[in-house]
Structures are given as C-alpha cells and as structure tokens.
C-alpha cells in the first residue's frame, strides 16, 4: 500500500481487528509499482496504489475511488507569498517528486520544473518541502495536516479549480484462495471510498 493511503484505512482496521482477532496482518508502505510487484509475486495478498493506466497481467485491478492532491510549499518559500501561482512561476523552483527503487515516476505527477529532486514516499517529500527545499504535490489530507501544524501552505494554482483527484485501485492477484479475512478486507478496502 502507497503511504499516502494508509491514514484512510483507519478505521477499517480497527473494524478488521475486532472481526479476525487471530489474523495476522502485516502492513507495508511501498511505491506504486511496487505493491504490483508484491501482489504479483505473492509476497501480499492485497494491495492499494494509485492507477498507473495500465492492466497488468497476473493481478486484478479494482478501481475504488479517487484521493485529492494539493501542490504545497513551506510558509517560507517564495511561491507561498503569492496569491496565485501561476505554472509559469512554478517552473524555476524546484519540485519534489516521488519514484520507486527502480527510477518509475507516480504517472500522475506532472513535471514541471527542470529543477527536480526525487524522494521514494511522502514522509521524504512532506520533509522537505517543511524545510523550504521545494514545492510539490501531495494527498490533500496530509496537506491539511500540514497546514494546521503551519508547516506547509496550499498554493493557489491558477490551472487547478480544485484538488485534481488521483485514481486508486485495490490490486489482488488472480485466481487467488481467499479466506473469511481477505475477503471481508478486499470488501472494506473497495467500499472505502465510498463514505
């Protein structure tokens, strides 16, 4: 599961929890293509990642929802003290971005700036745009978070009316056994998005 998703399963867990007392569950924070790779290859059952508009063979995608991005700074940074950032003033800054081990960009994150640094997750990116490295994009739940700690500030983006929302789907290898516990989880995890 992409980190930036873990907060929403919350309360699915602690549901999960109650429900399958006996059932071992390992949690694990990883790159879009690299969930793929797990799921494909057994090492988890389930996985959570942000569409990559591709089908992969030997898993099965379900789309389940969408989670809204903002582009933040750090309240220090130059872009934060404009009232609309416009594209063309985003480009001279650097931009944080996320890839996997492998060197996969998040296909949703446009690049924008000639200037880039790359980190592997968000808690990465999150700290360094706190530090005043860069700008970025980032789910709009932990933008918010951010904002309260007054760590951070949402750009007012000229070419954004709203959060733009990023797909996500639940991956599960095919033709998988699935027990009382994986089955009642990969319902939870699709109605999710739902509330």
Known sequence: MDDALLPSLTSILTVFSSRFPATMLELCA?????????????SADLGLMFCNNEFPQGVDLCYV?????NGVVSPTH???????VTATELIPHRQL??????????PHCPILSPHVWWGNNFNTIN???KEGL????IPA???????????????NLSFDHKPWQVPIDRVMAKQQARGPALSWLADAITHLWNE
């Open 30 to 42: 990883v790159t879009t293509s690299d969930v793929l790779s797990l799921v494909h290859t057994g």
């Open 65 to 69: 929802g969408s989670l809204p991005f």
């Open 78 to 84: 130059p872009l934060a003290k404009l009232d609309v």
């Open 134 to 137: 860069g700008w970025s994009f």
């Open 127 to 129: 700290a360094m745009v």
């Open 97 to 106: 971005l996320i890839r996997d081990i492998e060197g996969q960009a998040l």
């Open 141 to 155: 739940h932990m933008a918010e978070q951010y904002v309260h700690q007054n760590e951070m500030v949402i750009m």
